[in-house]
Structure formats: C-alpha cells, structure tokens
C-alpha cells in the first residue's frame, strides 16, 4: 500500500490548511503524525474505518481528523494554526484495526503502523 500526502504549504497564524493522504489499497487504521527537525514523530490524530478517532490534546479542538472509506482517502483539517504546528506532516496506516484498548500506543507509537506516506510540510508563519 503506498500512501500520498498532499495539502501542506505556508499559512499565517490562525489560519487553516486541509491535508489529505491518498491509499493505494485497504487500510483501517490511520493516523497523522508531525516531526520537526531533531525530533522524533508526533502523533496528532488516529482514525479507524468505522469513524472512531483520538486527538492529541494539542490539537484537541483545532484539529480534526477523517476518513473516506470509498475514495482510501485520509483527511486533517487544520484549523487556528499556530506557529508550533509548524512541521512535516506524515500519514500512516495498518490493515488491522487499532488497539482502542491502548489508545496512547494507536496515537503515538510509530510502531502501530506499517505503511508511510513521504510526508508534507505546514509552515505556520
């Protein structure tokens, strides 16, 4: 499964960007993760197949994420965007359904997920 990210650019505090991730074939659980420079990948939002999601509480409130089963397609609307939001966004995904019951490891364990998109860059300035 190859995943594609799209959506990132430079936007002003406040401001909003969309973000999508393209799946070439059947996942379940997605995820969003952020990495800035030196730092390892944060998790931002997890989401299955059946709607359930998780946000990090950094986010929680500005930040939302969705899925489109019919188009393999994986959305974060991003919305006041702050200048710590800048960095470079990652989609993931698994065939399996996530570990609800360890929802810290579904959210922000790079191991949860097999597949990796190339990531796109938000610069909030």
């Known amino acids: 499964v190859q995943l594609v990210e799209s959506g990132g650019g430079l936007v002003q505090p406040g401001g909003s960007l969309r973000l999508s991730c393209l799946a070439s074939?059947?996942?379940?659980?997605m995820g969003w993760f952020g990495q800035t420079p030196g730092k390892e990948r944060e998790g931002v939002a997890a989401i299955d197949s059946d709607g359930k999601s998780i946000h990090a509480i950094s986010v929680e409130g500005r930040f939302a994420i969705s899925k489109d089963n019919a188009k393999n397609t994986l959305y974060l609307q991003m919305d006041s965007l702050k200048v710590e939001d800048t960095a470079v966004y990652y989609c993931?995904?698994?065939?399996?359904?996530?570990?609800?019951?360890?929802?810290?490891?579904?959210?922000?364990?790079?191991?949860?997920?097999?597949?990796w998109g190339q990531g796109t860059q938000v610069t909030v300035s």
């Open positions: 993931a995904a698994d065939p399996a359904a996530c570990v609800w019951y360890l929802p810290d490891f579904v959210l922000s364990r790079t191991e949860a997920y097999t597949y």
């Open positions: 074939g059947y996942t379940y659980c």
